[in-house]
């Protein structure tokens, strides 16, 4: 059973270009958790989705910043216009149900850097 | 809302030494506890969770936390550590009860093992 999958692991931008991160969730997962990791500090979390719906994107930037998981296919999380402090690493976990209970499985993550 | 304080944000300790890794949170409700560890550009994975009953909780790797409600704090403790475990170690919160199920997260305490 493969875990949760990220790709690319390290992507470089330039400002002002978009940035896409992709997250395949195990296997008979549907919840997906997307956190943010900036240098020195740690994971903050940023949206939860479920199949085809947002539930909670409370900590998504309110501009530039989106997220989708679609009926098939992986979560993405669109980063337009990057900038400089878009640089950090990007984690997705997937769970089997929205349950604090629930133990979040976390991929390698994707190293966003904006030059 | 909540809040987590790693108050270490490195531990450096020698082979098969005891090492405690603190943490302490904030909450005006209750909430369930996690520690995380990730290895070097790797993923989080979990090392153990309270979520009720016993205060000590044993987890994987030899590593075991106890859960003091009047001191608000969940301290990571392992009676003797390994190289193998020089990794970053991030205790994280969930309110209880909710449904949402997205983890508040420490800003990690890096713990390096020396021969």
């Known amino acids: 059973n493969a875990g949760v999958m990220q790709n690319p692991r390290h992507l470089v931008r330039r400002r002002g270009q978009e940035a896409r991160l992709r997250c395949s969730p195990m296997?008979?997962?549907?919840?997906v958790y997307w956190y943010r990791q900036l240098p020195e500090e740690g994971l903050k979390f940023m949206v939860y989705?479920?199949?085809?719906?947002?539930?909670?994107e409370s900590g998504m930037p309110k501009e530039r910043f989106s997220a989708e998981f679609p009926k098939e296919g992986p979560s993405i999380l669109r980063i337009q216009q990057v900038v400089r402090g878009d640089s950090a690493a990007y984690f997705c976990?997937?769970?089997?149900?929205?349950?604090?209970?629930?133990?979040?499985?976390f991929g390698p993550g994707t190293r966003l850097t904006v030059t | 809302a909540q809040s987590v304080t790693q108050l270490d944000s490195q531990v450096p300790v020698f082979e098969e030494a005891p090492v405690e890794l603190r943490c302490n949170y904030s909450?005006?409700?209750?909430?369930?506890l996690f520690w995380y560890v990730q290895y070097p550009n790797q993923g989080l994975q979990l090392l153990l969770k309270?979520?009720?009953?016993?205060?000590l909780v044993k987890g994987i790797n030899g590593f075991e936390a106890e859960f003091n409600k009047s001191q608000t704090s969940f301290h990571l403790r392992k009676p003797s550590v390994h190289i193998s475990d020089t990794a970053e170690y991030f205790c994280?919160?969930?309110?209880?009860?909710?449904?949402?199920?997205?983890?508040?997260f420490g800003k990690g305490t890096k713990l390096s093992v020396k021969p």
């Open positions: 976990a997937s769970s089997p149900m929205g349950d604090a209970i629930i133990e979040q499985y």
């Open positions: 296997k008979g997962h549907s919840h």
């Open positions: 989705l479920q199949k085809e719906n947002i539930i909670d």
């Open positions: 909450s005006s409700v209750s909430v369930y």
């Open positions: 309270y979520l009720s009953g016993s205060t």
């Open positions: 994280a919160v969930s309110p209880y009860g909710g449904s949402q199920g997205n983890l508040i």
